[in-house]
């Protein structure tokens, strides 16, 4: 696989995301313009971004929205199975544990860990709680790809590290700090402050016409 | 204020992020070479969405980290504080609570509402949890702005009616369903599939030599 700029691969999921609101609402073809319009992007970015992946559309009649959604999901590893794991079972991991939409993707919670003996042995939204001790031994008997890092921030780069040590190679760090995992691990931030960032501009002015997105 | 691309809006929130971190760091001054390669635009994004506002720039010399610091802060409207309540105080909701950054940029946490009256009266990580019935009332005598909505997916769009009609003009939708809000109130998502999404593209193929971020 080539380089792919990580900013197009946010946008693949934007589109996927669009094209699925599309598919689901019975639309059956589309252009870059509307996807450009939807993603607040130019059509020449769309284009651009599709085209590391090869040919989809016809010039002049767009693409089929089936087709395409098909496409991105594959091209995104989505049509396989992920298993996931959540670390740190305090609030945020056990609100994690009960959100109902990760199995719409094939993303299964197979196990969670903590360091609390008393949460130890429990069975929380559908998922058993097992000692940190264990995750070597878990992460290769449910053959676990990516971990929710959900521990404080003062021990997140640490229970990161046993993470990766395990042999989990993505995490979706929940924790307020910066990570560093070596090269072939991957780590996604999830970053509630910039959405409150970006309604405090809206707020801040006379009210613009245009709603932000739902 | 001009119509500003919402995808401008999200750019500014990476920029200022960039721009805390240099100064942080102790970094004078940066370009849009620097902020492009940080945030995956191009140098000519960047310096698009700046020129929405004004100039900021020297050509040749680039930036001054502190100034456009405090400048992309007082342009997103963060040089003021924002009250903001929690709607729905699950096990998310708590955690929410309990989460330490949201004062960093004078987001204050001034009430959460429930429907559960065994919730109604405590205190959860530093804020006073009301009954629903006293929504109107607490946004008023805290001036509350902004709210997250971390309620069931069954019943988000009936809380943010209420929300809206309480006279809060900003949501950060936790709930994973698509909410309607009339014009002149604004609503941000929040995706944990995005980053799964992310993620799941990475993981799939042979490992590329760059890390995703952190």
Known sequence: MRNIPTATVSRLVTYLRI???????????TSSDVLAEEAQVSAFQV???????????????????????????????LTRPWN??????????????????FDQYDFLLKASFDTDPSKVGQHVGGVDV??????????????IDIAFLTVPAQVAQQAAD?????????????APTVI??????????V????????????????????????
Not at 47 to 74: H, I, M, N, Q, W
Not at 162 to 174: D, E, Q
């Open 19 to 29: 094209l699925t609101d599309l598919d689901d609402a019975e639309v059956k073809r």
């Open 47 to 77: 284009r651009k971004d599709l085209a590391y992946f090869g040919r989809f559309g016809t010039r002049g009649a767009g693409y089929s929205v089936p087709t395409l959604r098909r496409e991105l999901r594959r091209i995104l590893g």
């Open 84 to 101: 996931v794991a959540i670390m740190g079972m305090g609030r945020l991991g056990q609100a994690l544990a009960d959100y109902p939409n």
């Open 130 to 143: 097992y000692a940190v001790d264990e995750l070597e031994e878990r992460v290769k008997a449910s053959s």
């Open 162 to 174: 046993r993470l990766v040590a395990a042999g989990i190679r993505g995490i979706l760090n929940f």
């Open 180 to 189: 560093n995992v070596p090269a072939g691990v991957f780590i996604e931030p």
């Open 191 to 214: 970053d509630f402050l910039a959405g409150l960032k970006r309604l405090a501009f809206y707020l801040q002015g006379p009210a613009p016409k245009e709603r932000v997105g739902a």
